[in-house]
């Protein structure tokens, strides 16, 4: 419906990893990948701890896990990564997300490169490499690492740079905290620094978001990401239930007062949350075919070939993702071997997940590289998307959002959904 909230769901990935099932019998990673191609893929590593647990945060990550998990965790990794190197695997692109990757020290942060380019064969430095931090452990000694090892970008989660208002999203911090690790991340002259806010805040007004605004902008930071408050089952938000009735009201002034305020600063809108210094060199857009292989390592990562999506088992709540982490890091090696849990896209998937994901981005759908991978026209294989053309959404071809279309992308990603995934998305037991 794409006439409801404007806020139904972030669709960051397609198919949402809510519609994965176990995958019975376990296919062996071998097969899985053998006739993949593997000469452009994409390292995704996944750390799966941060200092704090956020309120809003859904994501698959454990607070203050105690140093000998990290040690555990990183042999684990590398014992998962043997299963991964396949003869002949180049990789063009990494990003270490999580969690927060700089929860590791230092020199476990050069144990992890050592796992990419050791056992997988990754050049760091040499390919884009993007990695996420906090404002905590944002330190010259980590920043180092990083950029000794290339990283052409640093991305870190502010959300709001008025203490009052971090508190009331779920994430105690100092502002204090959050100008020294930005100032670090200046000093270790990463070329991309990514900034990430959040409206929607209890108690946040046009005036504050203004402030937070502003004081992100005071750093030029080469990205900014702006992300709509939502509040998900399980996490600390969800628990105490912050919701109100005005509140897509609230986050839709609030949109368009950051969009503009980042427009008029001189950044390109990229999709409806990214935004962009016109100077930053692209790496490619997500949806490329390059990006049907992606290799995902560590417990909470996924991995995409053409036609399966697959993963470990899936927690938010605070003792399931103790729970599987437990199991990852009580592994036998040879048990890394396999697909576990995941999704089969067939063709009909496969051309679906490519209009969400590039209609959901400011430059729209490439109906001729579309054409060229699926032999149709999107517009032949999606007739709704007049739909969105009539209701002022997209472009007369469909295939571009207008700004009143990029402002509604979450209701229009979950619209776009299929019935199948968006089945198995309902069938989810949250936990
Ligand atoms: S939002 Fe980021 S820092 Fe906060 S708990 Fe989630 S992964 Fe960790």
Known sequence: MIDGSPY??????????????????????????RDEPLDALFLYVHVPFCEMRCGFCNLFTRANAPASMVTDYLRQLRHQAAHLAFDGATFARAAFGGGTPTYLEADELADLFDICTSVLGARLPGIPLSVETSPATATPDRLAVLTAHGTTRVSIGVQSFLDAEAHAAGRPQRRADVERALGAIRDARVPVLNLDLIYGIDGQTPESWQLSLDAALAWRPEE???YPLYVRPLTGLG????????WD?????LYRQGRDALLAAGYRQESMRQFRLPSVRDDGPDYSCQDDGMIGLGCGA?????????SFDYAVGIGEVRAVLDDYLSRPPADFGYAEVGFRLDEAEQRRRWLIKSLLRAE???ASAYRKQFGTGPEEDFPQ????????????????????????SDAIGPWLTSVSVRHAMAGYQAR
Do not use: C, M
């Open 364 to 366: 729209g759908v490439n």
């Open 385 to 408: 998307l007049a739909q969105l053309t009539t209701a002022g959404l997209a472009e007369p071809d469909g295939l571009r959002l207008t700004p009143a279309g990029l402002e509604r």
């Open 302 to 310: 996924r991995s995409y070939t053409r036609e399966l999506h697959y």
């Open 249 to 253: 009201t609230q986050r839709l002034t």
């Open 224 to 226: 900014i990401f702006l």
């Open 239 to 246: 628990r105490r239930a912050v919701s109100r009735d005005d």
């Open 8 to 33: 139904q769901g972030y669709l960051y990935a397609y198919p949402h990893k809510t519609s994965y099932r176990p995958l019975e019998p376990r296919p062996a990673l071998a097969d899985v990948w």
